[in-house]
């Protein structure tokens, strides 16, 4: 041994039992049930009841998102169509001299 070699203490089990391993493969999940479809009619039928899908979009912007998506194929329509709630809001009540919703001037 080296005379600058310091000696360790190792430190070793209290226990010299060893637990067997079980080798064998668990068994395999059984498949899982099949679902009875519903008939298409039943589920169309609960679907309707649940409304259209996403918000409904006013009919003054309509003439708008046309032109928008003729445009733009792939814009995002609900960023005007924010924009059109938050200034219809803003501007209720308020008319032109002409008579009509000051909201129509925007559009």
Do not use: W
């Amino acid at each position: 041994m080296a005379e600058d070699a310091v000696p360790m203490a190792v430190d070793r089990p209290t226990s010299t039992a060893v637990e067997p391993v079980d080798e064998r493969q668990p068994a395999p999940a059984p498949p899982p049930a099949a679902i009875p479809a519903a008939p298409p009619t039943r589920v169309r039928s609960r679907l309707a009841r649940l409304g259209p899908k996403g918000p409904s979009i006013p009919p003054e912007l309509e003439p708008l998102f046309k032109v928008l998506r003729g445009n733009h194929p792939k814009a995002d329509t609900r960023i005007v169509q924010r924009a059109y709630e938050i200034a219809e809001r803003n501007h209720r009540g308020q008319f032109r001299r002409s008579g009509d919703p000051y909201i129509t001037h925007p559009l």
